[in-house]
C-alpha cells in the first residue's frame, strides 16, 4: 500500500487525494515529531512561568477575560470540544472527513501549536485503520477555523461521539480500540489545537479542485467532439490567435482542443482550403472557447496555490515559537483566503457548465447544426412523431440556473458570532459545499453534451473523426447506444455521468494531449 509522510510542510494536492480516496497509509516524520514535542516543551515553560495565554489559561472567545484556575486546565479543553461539537446535518462521506483529518495531523506537526506528538500519533492511527469520525456538514461559519466541524473529530480522540469503520458506525471508545488507542486526557491548549483550523473548508476544497480539473478535461473533450458533430470551424483554436492574447489557460485549452482533433477530417479549416460553405465562423460558446474555459483553467490553478499554502500552513490560535520562547495570539485560523478561493473555483466550474449547455443547444438547432436535423431525430424516427434529444437541453438548463444561483459568493457576507467578539467571519465552508454542489451539476451538463455530441457524429456517418474525439466517441459508446427512436434518456445521462465523475473521459484527454 502507498505511504505518505506527513511533516507540517509539505503535503501536496495529489497526496492528500491518495490518503482520502485510496487509503493510503499515513506516516510521520521523524522530524516532525521532534519539532512538535520541543512546541510543546515550550507551552510547558510558558505555563510554569504563569503566563496569561489565550485559550490555554483563559476562556474562549467572549469569555477570554476569564483567568482559568491551574486545576481547571485540563477540564477546559475537554469542554471546548464538548461544546463546540455542535454540527447538524448529513455526515460528511468518508474521503473528506479522510481528508479533514490527514490536513489537521499535518498542520499539527508544524510544531507551533503546543501540542503533544501522542495526540497527533492518536488521529494517524484513525486515519491508518480506516475510522472515520461523525462529522456532520453543516455547523461552521469559517472564522475561528471549522471549530464545530474539527470538535467533532476530536470527540471521537476522548471516546465520545461516533465513527465510521469498514461501513458501520461504533461508538467513539470502540473506534479508538479498532486503532488500537485508548481515549486521550487532553493537556493544556490540546482542544484548541484541535478545532482552531480551516481543514473543513481545505478538505472540501482539495478534492473539489480534483475533480474540477478532470471536469475541465472532460469538457474540452465534449468541446472537441461537439466541434466535429456541428463541422466547425478550427481555426478559431489556432495558436496564432491565442499567443496574441497570452493567458495561459487560453493556451492551453486551444492546445488540448486541436490535439483532440488532430486528423479530422470533419471540422473546417480556411488554410486546408475547405469550402466555407454556411457561416465563415461559429457561435461564441465553439468560437471563444478556449477564452472562456481558459479563464476556468486559470480560476483553477489560483485556487490550486491558495489550498496548498494553506495545507502546509499552521492555522490554530495562539501560536507558539520555541525558538523566541514565545506565544503569540492571531488570526490564521480566519478561512478568507480558502473562502475566496473556493467562491472562484464555484464560478470557474459554472464557466464550463454555462459554455457547454449552450453547445447543446447550438447542436440541436437546426438554424445552427449545419444541416442536422431537428434535436438530432434520427434512425427510424421523423421529427415531429419523435421529440429526440429536446428534453436533455431542458435537464441542462435547470443545472445551469441552479449553478446561477449557486455562484453568489459565501465570501460576501458575514454574520458576528461569539457576543460580537469574532466579528468579521469567512463562510468558507458556505462556499466549500457550493463548490461541490456546482461541480456536480456541472458533471450531468458535460455528460449531455457528450451525449448530444455522439448522436451527431452518428448522424453525419461518424467517420473521419480526430484522434482523440474518435476514442472518446467510442467511449462513450461502449457505453450508451446511439438513438434510433426515442427512449427514456435519464440512464444514457448517468451511465456517462458515471464515466466523467471516473475520470474515464479526462483520462483519455491526458492520453492524447501529454497534460
Same mark, same amino acid.
Given at each position: 500500500?502507498?505511504?505518505?509522510?506527513?511533516?507540517?510542510?509539505?503535503?501536496?494536492?495529489?497526496?492528500?487525494?491518495?490518503?482520502?480516496?485510496?487509503?493510503?497509509?499515513?506516516?510521520?516524520?521523524?522530524?516532525?515529531?521532534?519539532?512538535?514535542?520541543?512546541?510543546?516543551?515550550?507551552?510547558?515553560?510558558?505555563?510554569?512561568?504563569?503566563?496569561?495565554?489565550?485559550?490555554?489559561?483563559?476562556?474562549?472567545?467572549?469569555?477570554?477575560?476569564?483567568?482559568?484556575?491551574?486545576?481547571?486546565?485540563?477540564?477546559?479543553?475537554?469542554?471546548?470540544?464538548?461544546?463546540?461539537?455542535?454540527?447538524?446535518?448529513?455526515?460528511?462521506?468518508?474521503?473528506?472527513?479522510?481528508?479533514?483529518?490527514?490536513?489537521?495531523?499535518?498542520?499539527?506537526?508544524?510544531?507551533?501549536?503546543?501540542?503533544?506528538?501522542?495526540?497527533?500519533?492518536?488521529?494517524?492511527?484513525?486515519?491508518?485503520?480506516?475510522?472515520?469520525?461523525?462529522?456532520?456538514?453543516?455547523?461552521?461559519?469559517?472564522?475561528?477555523?471549522?471549530?464545530?466541524?474539527?470538535?467533532?473529530?476530536?470527540?471521537?480522540?476522548?471516546?465520545?461521539?461516533?465513527?465510521?469503520?469498514?461501513?458501520?458506525?461504533?461508538?467513539?471508545?470502540?473506534?479508538?480500540?479498532?486503532?488500537?488507542?485508548?481515549?486521550?486526557?487532553?493537556?493544556?491548549?490540546?482542544?484548541?489545537?484541535?478545532?482552531?483550523?480551516?481543514?473543513?473548508?481545505?478538505?472540501?476544497?482539495?478534492?473539489?479542485?480534483?475533480?474540477?480539473?478532470? $471536469? =475541465? +478535461?472532460?469538457?474540452?473533450?465534449? #468541446? !472537441?467532439?461537439?466541434? @466535429?458533430?456541428?463541422?466547425?470551424? *478550427?481555426?478559431?483554436?489556432?495558436?496564432?490567435?491565442?499567443?496574441?492574447?497570452?493567458?495561459?489557460?487560453?493556451?492551453?485549452?486551444?492546445?488540448?482542443?486541436?490535439?483532440?482533433?488532430?486528423?479530422?477530417?470533419?471540422?473546417?479549416?480556411?488554410?486546408?482550403?475547405?469550402?466555407?460553405?454556411?457561416?465563415?465562423?461559429?457561435?461564441?460558446?465553439?468560437?471563444?472557447?478556449?477564452?472562456?474555459?481558459?479563464?476556468?483553467?486559470?480560476?483553477?490553478?489560483?485556487?490550486?496555490?491558495?489550498?496548498?499554502?494553506?495545507?502546509?500552513?499552521?492555522?490554530?490560535?495562539?501560536?507558539?515559537?520555541?525558538?523566541?520562547?514565545?506565544?503569540?495570539?492571531?488570526?490564521?485560523?480566519?478561512?478568507?483566503?480558502?473562502?475566496?478561493?473556493?467562491? $472562484? =473555483? +464555484?464560478?470557474?466550474?459554472?464557466? #464550463? !457548465?454555462?459554455?457547454? @449547455?449552450?453547445?447543446?443547444?447550438? *447542436?440541436?438547432?437546426?438554424?445552427?447544426?449545419?444541416?442536422?436535423?431537428?434535436?438530432?431525430?434520427?434512425?427510424?424516427?421523423?421529427?415531429?412523431?419523435?421529440?429526440?434529444?429536446?428534453?436533455?437541453?431542458?435537464?441542462?438548463?435547470?443545472?445551469?440556473?441552479?449553478?446561477?444561483?449557486?455562484?453568489?459568493?459565501?465570501?460576501?457576507?458575514?454574520?458576528?458570532?461569539?457576543?460580537?467578539?469574532?466579528?468579521?467571519?469567512?463562510?468558507?465552508?458556505?462556499?466549500?459545499?457550493?463548490?461541490?454542489?456546482?461541480?456536480?451539476?456541472?458533471?450531468?451538463?458535460?455528460?449531455?453534451?457528450?451525449?448530444?455530441?455522439?448522436?451527431?457524429?452518428?448522424?453525419?456517418?461518424?467517420?473521419?473523426?480526430?484522434?482523440?474525439?474518435?476514442?472518446?466517441?467510442? +467511449?462513450?459508446?461502449?457505453?450508451?447506444?446511439?438513438?434510433?427512436?426515442?427512449?427514456?434518456?435519464?440512464?444514457?445521462?448517468?451511465?456517462?455521468?458515471?464515466?466523467?465523475?471516473?475520470?474515464?473521459?479526462?483520462?483519455?484527454?491526458?492520453?492524447?494531449?501529454?497534460?
Amino acid at each position: 500500500m502507498a505511504e505518505v509522510t506527513i511533516d507540517g510542510s509539505h503535503l501536496t494536492l495529489d497526496q492528500v487525494l491518495q490518503v482520502a480516496r485510496e487509503n493510503a497509509l499515513t506516516v510521520i516524520s521523524e522530524k516532525a515529531i521532534v519539532r512538535t514535542r520541543n512546541g510543546r516543551r515550550s507551552l510547558e515553560r510558558l505555563l510554569q512561568e504563569k503566563e496569561t495565554i489565550y485559550g490555554v489559561n483563559t476562556g474562549f472567545g467572549a469569555l477570554s477575560n476569564f483567568r482559568i484556575p491551574p486545576d481547571d486546565l485540563k477540564q477546559l479543553q475537554t469542554n471546548l470540544i464538548r461544546s463546540h461539537s455542535a454540527s447538524v446535518g448529513k455526515p460528511h462521506s468518508s474521503d473528506i472527513v479522510r481528508a479533514i483529518m490527514l490536513l489537521r495531523a499535518n498542520t499539527l506537526l508544524k510544531g507551533n501549536s503546543g501540542i503533544r506528538p501522542e495526540v497527533v500519533s492518536a488521529i494517524v492511527r484513525l486515519l491508518n485503520k480506516q475510522v472515520h469520525p461523525y462529522i456532520p456538514e453543516k455547523g461552521s461559519v469559517g472564522a475561528s477555523g471549522d471549530l464545530s466541524p474539527l470538535s467533532h473529530m476530536a470527540l471521537v480522540l476522548l471516546g465520545e461521539g461516533s465513527a465510521e469503520s469498514h461501513g458501520r458506525w461504533i461508538p467513539g471508545r470502540k473506534a479508538l480500540e479498532v486503532s488500537g488507542s485508548v481515549p486521550l486526557k487532553l493537556e493544556a491548549k490540546e482542544g484548541l489545537a484541535l478545532n482552531n483550523g480551516t481543514q473543513q473548508m481545505v478538505a472540501i476544497g482539495c478534492l473539489c479542485l480534483h475533480d474540477a480539473y478532470q $471536469l =475541465l +478535461a472532460t469538457t474540452e473533450a465534449a #468541446l !472537441a467532439l461537439s466541434l @466535429e458533430a456541428l463541422k466547425g470551424w *478550427l481555426d478559431a483554436f489556432d495558436e496564432r490567435i491565442q499567443k496574441l492574447r497570452p493567458h495561459p489557460g487560453q493556451q492551453i485549452v486551444a492546445e488540448h482542443v486541436r490535439r483532440m482533433v488532430k486528423g479530422s477530417r470533419t471540422v473546417r479549416t480556411i488554410e486546408r482550403g475547405d469550402p466555407s460553405d454556411g457561416r465563415p465562423q461559429d457561435p461564441y460558446s465553439f468560437r471563444c472557447a478556449p477564452q472562456v474555459m481558459g479563464a476556468s483553467r486559470d480560476g483553477l490553478d489560483f485556487t490550486k496555490q491558495i489550498l496548498e499554502v494553506e495545507m502546509n500552513s499552521a492555522t490554530d490560535n495562539p501560536l507558539l515559537f520555541p525558538a523566541d520562547d514565545i506565544c503569540i495570539s492571531g488570526g490564521n485560523f480566519h478561512g478568507q483566503p480558502v473562502a475566496m478561493g473556493l467562491d $472562484l =473555483l +464555484a464560478l470557474a466550474i459554472s464557466y #464550463l !457548465a454555462n459554455m457547454s @449547455e449552450r453547445r447543446i443547444s447550438a *447542436l440541436l438547432d437546426p438554424s445552427l447544426n449545419n444541416g442536422l436535423p431537428p434535436f438530432l431525430v434520427g434512425g427510424r424516427s421523423k421529427p415531429g412523431l419523435s421529440s429526440g434529444l429536446m428534453a436533455v437541453q431542458y435537464t441542462a438548463t435547470s443545472l445551469v440556473a441552479e449553478n446561477k444561483l449557486l455562484t453568489h459568493p459565501a465570501s460576501s457576507d458575514s454574520i458576528p458570532t461569539s457576543s460580537n467578539f469574532e466579528d468579521f467571519v469567512s463562510m468558507g465552508p458556505g462556499a466549500a459545499h457550493k463548490a461541490r454542489a456546482i461541480l456536480e451539476n456541472s458533471q450531468y451538463v458535460a455528460s449531455i453534451e457528450l451525449l448530444v455530441a455522439a448522436q451527431g457524429i452518428d448522424l453525419r456517418g461518424a467517420k473521419g473523426l480526430g484522434v482523440g474525439t474518435r476514442r472518446v466517441f467510442q +467511449a462513450v459508446r461502449r457505453k450508451v447506444p446511439r438513438l434510433l427512436e426515442d427512449r427514456s434518456s435519464h440512464d444514457d445521462i448517468e451511465k456517462i455521468r458515471r464515466m466523467v465523475r471516473e475520470g474515464e473521459i479526462a483520462k483519455i484527454v491526458a492520453q492524447v494531449t501529454g497534460s
